[in-house]
């Protein structure tokens, strides 16, 4: 019934791990929708047929009495298919937008009219995505001009990218194959040319890959992006080069600003008496806007970074924040 449906409805493969759900909440909708109006329809045509006036001059139609229990249970029945529909899609934004714990992340950036992508490990890439087949994905993403969306059709994840900001989706390819990167947030001049692609590869391309790329023969099987730096090693080296650690220690002692050892993941309490967990979207508004939320006991002394750092260098820091233990009494 699932082929039959994504056939007749010409969407594409279910390419990742939870795209036949997705599909299955899209068919459960549409079948629900159409039989609501296949009804609607039916009850119309009698009507048309049964209270029609077959004389002159026309007589009014005698009002016609229908019980209360019937419109109750018409408009709750209506009213709780929609609400079960909210509920099961709501449901699945949630679980799209919590990756699994040992999720492999990746940086993608949107740029007229391209998509960039850089590994933890230093590695980057523009236009294709290497990602392992059967392991999750979680993406970080953000732009460096304007709004772009990432859209992969097989995958059935679509998330905006924002300038200055970061979100996250994760998905998971089942099987290895090529699944194209699109844009769908009308971005210029280029928009319909800003495209991509997924390379799922197999665990031992991957491996291979992940080696540099090497066949048996020795030859090289994927281009070659030369010398890799780890983005830790470059968010540290960021980190004193842009005068963050005159205010912030990694070893949890107390300084102008909050510590960043064991920061991220933790929840941050601000003045304002909300709170934050500390993940990639949190560490990014705080260079750019870090005004927004003031951390507790510390004072709002920090300036913006927006346009001093781009989109690699924010990730960069990110990673190396990520990168440092936590420490007992740390601040």
Known sequence: MNEIYRQFLFLPEQGSSFAREIDALHYFVITGT????????????IFLFRFRATVRPYKITPRLLVPGWLEVVFIGGT?????????????QFVMMRTPPPDAQ??????????????????????GVLYIPAGRPIKVVLTSRDVIHSFFIPEFRIKQDAIPGRYSTVWFQAVRPGTYQILCTEFCGTGHSTMRGEVVALSAEDYERWLDGGKRADGASAFPDYGEMTPMEATGARLAGDKGCLRCHTTDGTRHIGPTW?????SRRAFEDGSSAVADEGYLTDSMMDPRDHIVRGFAPVMPSYLGQLDAAEAAALVEYIKSLPGVPNGR
């Open 105 to 126: 992340e990746v940086y993608v950036t949107g740029k007229q009219w391209m998509w960039r992508f850089a590994y933890p490990d230093g590695r980057g890439s523009v």
């Open 261 to 265: 050892a064991g920061l991220f993941g």
């Open 79 to 91: 009213l709780s298919l929609f609400v079960l529909w909210w509920d099961l899609g709501f449901r």
């Open 34 to 45: 159409m039989l609501g109006a296949l009804a609607v329809a039916v009850v119309a045509a």
